[in-house]
C-alpha cells in the first residue's frame, strides 16, 4: 500500500478484468448514499459497497481478493494508525487505498497519505463535490489538469426555467462567502442587459465586464481589480447594465480568459449563468469546476432540469451538478419525492417556499442569509456542495457590512414596498 506499489500496479491492472474495481467498507447509510451520488456514473458495474468499519474491512480483506481501489471508513475507531497498519498486511501492495474519517487534522492527513501509502483522505460529513474532486480522478486515472487545480473555484448557477430564484440563491451563496464566512469572492452576473445580481447585493455596475468579453486582450489582473466593484472587504460583483438595443459583440475564448484570471484573485468566482446557446453562456459553464441547477417543484421545472443534467461535463467537472430545489412547499407544486422519482437523483439541496422573507430581502437591498432560519441554512448546505470545506455558521445578521451601494441606502423608503422576490 505504497506509492510504487500503484505506479507498478497500474500497468498490470489490465491484465485483469476480473478484479473489482472499488470496494468500499462504510460505517453509515448517510457516507454510503454520498459515495455512490458521486461515482455512481464512475464505476456503476464495480463498485461493492458494504456496511463496517476499517476492522470489519481487516477481516474481510484476509479471505476477499484485492480490488484495485479499496474504500475504508475510519471514524470512530480508537487507533486508526495502527488499524491503517493492520490493514497493510492483508492486501496486495498494489491496492488504492481511500480513507474516509471524522479527524479534520493537516499532521493527521500527511502521515497518512505521505508515510502510511494511503492515496487519499477526506473527512467527514462528506460531499459529492469532494468525492468527485479526490476521490473519482484516482479510481479513473484521469487526473483534472493541473490549470483547474490552481486558482479558485468556479461555480455556475444555472435556474432550469426563469423565475426559479437562481439570481437569488447564486446572490445569497457570494453573500455568505465573501461578507459571513470572509473568503474572496466575487459574483459575476453574466446577463450585461437585464441581470439583476448587483441590485440584490447593493453592488454598483460598470462596463468592466462587457469590455472584458469583447476585447479579451485586456484582461489582465489590475483590469480585475478594477472592473469588479467592492460589495465588502472580500466580496465583489462584476456586472453590467447595458443598453437593450446593443448587444453583445463577444470574442470567442473571452470568458476562459477572465474566469482564470478571476481564480488568481479570489477563492470562489460565483457565476448567475443562464443556459443560453450563446457562445458566451456554453465557455462560462464549461469552465466552472462545479454547477449548480435550481429548479422548482413545477413538471416544467423537472423537464428542464432533465435535459441540463443531460449536459456534458466540462474539463474541470469531475461530479455531476447539485440539484437545488427551490420553492418547495408552494401550493399546487410537485412534493420531493414526485420530483426525485422523476429525475432519478436526490435532491441535494432544498429551499422552503418562503415569498414573504424573500420579497423584503430583494425590497431592502439585504440578502435574506444574513438572517438566520431555513433559507440561511440551506445556503450554508450549497456552500458545502461547492467546496466550502468549513461550512461552520459562525457569522450572524452582525457580520453584514453596511451597504455601499446608494441603492441599498434608499431601503426606508420602501419599507412598505414589494419590488420582487426569487428573480
Known sequence: MNQESYRMSTSNSASRPDRLTVLAFLADVQTEQVLRDGLGDIVANGMDVRRGTIRTAIQAMAK??????????ISGDDQPLSALGELSDVVEPGVRVLVIGDTDDVDFYRHITRGMGVMEYIFKPITREAVGRHFAPLITRKTVGSDAARGGRVVSVMGARGGVGTTTIAGNLAWYLGVISKRHSVFVESDLHMGSGALLLGGKTGPGLRMALETPDRIDPLFVERAAQPVSERLHVLASEEKLSEPLNYAKGAAQRLIETLRVRYNFVIMDVPFLPMPCNRELLEYSHHRVIVMDPSLASVRDTLRLMGVPNGPWQPQSPTIVLSRQGRPGGLTRKQIEDALK?????????????????????????????PFRQAIIDLAREIGFVSGRDDGGPSASPEPTSALASMASVFKSTKLGGLS
Open 345 to 373: 437523483v436526490k435532491i441535494d439541496v432544498v429551499i422552503p417556499d418562503m415569498p414573504k422573507q424573500l420579497n423584503e430581502s430583494a425590497s431592502f437591498g439585504e440578502p435574506a442569509v444574513t438572517e438566520r432560519g
Open 64 to 73: 476477499l481478493p484485492t480490488p484495485e481501489v479499496l474504500i475504508i471508513d
